[in-house]
């Protein structure tokens, strides 16, 4: 079982990736993904108005057009392409008729002159500064596409300068929780942690494990739910590295949907200690060695051998 948990596929952090939107281009920051087809999703938090639309454009300026100080964006949504709608690249902008739009109206600050051309905006999907949210509803319209448009007008309002334009998908749809056993071995500064996938639900895009230290929970309320560390994974097993050894921790595991929807319930809680290194594979795997041996890695391996040698040639000389 150890080996099969150093073997783990650890992948990358999604929040982590650097996302800026190209030219002409509106997109979630936290939602959006390059290898579904380009698009952002709106999730389940989102549509409840518990979570906002974490909104960045970057403007095409019309030929001809300059940013003037008190110049305005607006936004717009759609449930049909501005593209296909009206042939000028701009959502039609009508509140309750057909198509369906919403209104959010002036965000945020006025443009400045000639810098900004990339923006940063929270709006929510279900709440004041959103007329109308019932026209796009999510509880029926799994998988449905919107367009979300950032007009910029000048400042009367009234004349259209430039836009940007994105295509987001509702998708609300929660995966099942991760299926027990969840193992958790100690590892130093870390714990291995290895579950079964769920087999019901929305498909399971990601995981995120989490350790919390003694006394918090995610059953508890702020500040006591926030974990010591958290792995990202698209496999069913992780590292949670970072970890004080000698310190109990409770593991959990949730599976997200590529939209962002967390399975309702966690697996867990298993605890672990992490521990130092007893054993000379652990130490030559935390110094970066693999499965196939010294030789076998190349020079990375024949470091990590010697490294690893000395190291625990080190900690048995200690009284």
Known sequence: MRRALLAAAIAVPLIALAITASDGQVLDTTNFSSTHGNISFVNADQ????????????????????????????????????????????????????????????????????????????????????????????????????????????????????????????????????????????????????WTAPAGGAAVDHYVAEAYAPGQSPANPAPDNVPASTATVTATSAEIRGLANGTPYDVYVRAFSVGGNASDLRLGPVKGTPAAAANFFDVYKDRGGSEAGGCGSGSAGVLALLGAASLLALRRRRP
């Not at 009206?86 to 198509?99: I, L």
């Not at 509803?137 to 836009?163: M, P, Q, R």
């Open 47 to 194: 549509c409840s108005g518990k979570d906002s639309l974490h909104l960045e454009w970057r403007i095409t300026a019309l030929q001809g057009s300059a940013f003037g100080v008190n110049d305005q964006v607006k936004i717009f949504a759609s449930d049909l392409n501005p593209a296909d709608s009206n042939n000028n690249g701009f959502c039609d902008e009508k509140e309750a008729t057909t198509p369906k739009t919403v209104h959010a109206g002036p965000i945020g600050t006025p443009l400045q002159p000639a810098t900004t051309l990339l923006a940063d905006r929270d709006v929510p999907h279900a709440g004041a500064d959103i007329k109308g949210a019932t026209t796009i509803d999510c509880a029926t319209a799994e998988g449905t596409n919107v367009f979300i448009c950032a007009h910029w007008y000048d400042s009367a309002g009234t004349t259209k300068k430039g836009l940007a334009v994105g295509t987001f998908q509702i998708q609300t749809a929660r995966p099942d929780a991760p299926v027990a056993p969840l193992e958790v071995n100690a590892g130093d500064g870390k714990l291995f942690v290895s």
